[in-house]
């Protein structure tokens, strides 16, 4: 029997009716014609990524966002490429996560800010915060936003994701969660935040890919991908993540095992806020380095 290919307009006929259709997504086998507008989304892996868990190689760690920023604007060189990302002028927000158990890291933080510098911006037009950034004076006047934290489930909004990581602009963060925080791409239309962001980065060195609970988090449920994920668009780059753990999921339970709550948000940023694309039809996913359990 021929297998029943699913198209674009079918899932989108299908999130009309339901909320929960952007869970599904990622299981759905979509049709193979590209459709316009394609986000690029480059994921980058090193077997050499790790010293030891949350203790990142700083010089691997560099060569990957180097070569994963170069490969997603088309340059040959790192630091051209940046230059189409940053300007000497900025004023430049690297918008991290201090989540203790899995927080985006100091290295990374670095690697990033060490760019930013040759770009030719002074180290007083940088900064690096979380939960302060509302009161930051460097994110008060950015002009330029680089988001950056790790990949992990959520007992909320069921992962969290880049979309999710700027939820500290918010005065409200309670008025994000209703309905499993579907409308989380409402914050990258708040005036701290809306246009600035050059570029963003999930972080898949050692992803939280099953979890139960708002604080959750146990070892076995992670696993040393020593990846990246990086692009333009934050709705490509977390589609593409949720795609890896649902993946990951499948592999440890030996069953499918959907995430809950659903990350819809991923989804409903796409079809209900058009802020970039989640449909995989309109993902162009280049994948460097390491490809042993790549599992995408």
Same mark, same amino acid.
């Given at each position: 029997?021929?297998?029943? #290919?699913?198209?674009?307009?079918?899932f989108l006929k299908v999130a009309a009716v339901t909320p929960f259709a952007g869970a599904f997504a990622s299981r759905f086998k979509f049709g193979e014609t590209p459709g316009p507008n394609k986000a690029r989304v480059v994921l980058i892996r090193d077997e050499n990524a790790l010293i030891s868990f949350n203790?990142?190689?700083?010089?691997? &760690?560099?060569?990957?966002?180097?070569?994963?920023?170069?490969?997603?604007?088309?340059?040959?060189?790192?630091?051209?490429?940046?230059?189409?990302?940053?300007?000497?002028?900025? &004023?430049?927000?690297?918008?991290?996560?201090?989540?203790?158990?899995?927080?985006?890291?100091?290295?990374?933080?670095?690697?990033?800010?060490?760019?930013?510098?040759?770009?030719?911006?002074?180290d007083r037009n940088i900064g690096i915060d979380d939960r302060g950034v509302k009161r930051n004076p460097i994110f008060q006047e950015a002009t330029a936003l680089i988001?950056?934290?790790?990949?992990?489930?959520?007992?909320?909004?069921?992962?969290?994701?880049?979309?999710?990581?700027?939820?500290?602009?918010?005065?409200?963060?309670?008025?994000?969660?209703?309905?499993?925080?579907?409308?989380?791409?409402?914050?990258?239309?708040? !005036?701290?935040?809306?246009?600035?962001?050059?570029?963003?980065?999930?972080?898949?060195?050692?992803?939280?890919?099953?979890?139960?609970? !708002?604080?959750?988090?146990?070892?076995?449920?992670?696993?040393?991908?020593?990846?990246?994920? #990086?692009?333009?668009? !934050?709705?490509?780059?977390?589609?593409?993540?949720?795609?890896?753990?649902?993946?990951?999921?499948?592999?440890?339970?030996?069953?499918?095992?959907?995430?809950?709550?659903?990350?819809?948000?991923?989804?409903?940023?796409?079809?209900?806020?058009?802020?970039? #694309?989640?449909?995989?039809?309109?993902?162009?996913?280049?994948?460097?380095?390491?490809?042993?359990?790549?599992?995408?």
């Amino acid at each position: 029997m021929k297998k029943k #290919v699913i198209t674009r307009r079918d899932f989108l006929k299908v999130a009309a009716v339901t909320p929960f259709a952007g869970a599904f997504a990622s299981r759905f086998k979509f049709g193979e014609t590209p459709g316009p507008n394609k986000a690029r989304v480059v994921l980058i892996r090193d077997e050499n990524a790790l010293i030891s868990f949350n203790n990142p190689r700083p010089e691997v &760690i560099q060569k990957m966002l180097d070569d994963a920023v170069k490969t997603l604007l088309g340059e040959k060189d790192p630091l051209e490429a940046w230059k189409k990302l940053i300007k000497p002028s900025d &004023i430049v927000g690297i918008k991290s996560n201090v989540w203790h158990y899995l927080p985006t890291g100091r290295v990374i933080e670095q690697a990033i800010k060490r760019r930013v510098m040759d770009c030719g911006v002074s180290d007083r037009n940088i900064g690096i915060d979380d939960r302060g950034v509302k009161r930051n004076p460097i994110f008060q006047e950015a002009t330029a936003l680089i988001n950056a934290r790790p990949a992990r489930t959520h007992d909320w909004s069921g992962m969290g994701t880049c979309l999710k990581n700027y939820i500290t602009y918010a005065r409200s963060l309670p008025s994000y969660h209703p309905d499993t925080c579907a409308d989380l791409a409402k914050l990258w239309h708040l !005036p701290q935040v809306k246009g600035k962001t050059r570029l963003n980065i999930l972080i898949m060195l050692t992803p939280l890919f099953h979890g139960v609970g !708002p604080h959750h988090f146990s070892r076995q449920y992670t696993w040393e991908y020593k990846g990246m994920l #990086v692009g333009q668009d !934050p709705v490509a780059v977390d589609a593409t993540g949720l795609r890896i753990l649902e993946a990951k999921r499948r592999e440890f339970f030996g069953r499918e095992r959907p995430l809950q709550p659903p990350a819809k948000h991923i989804f409903l940023a796409d079809t209900r806020h058009h802020l970039g #694309v989640s449909d995989p039809n309109r993902i162009e996913l280049i994948k460097l380095g390491w490809k042993e359990g790549i599992l995408i």
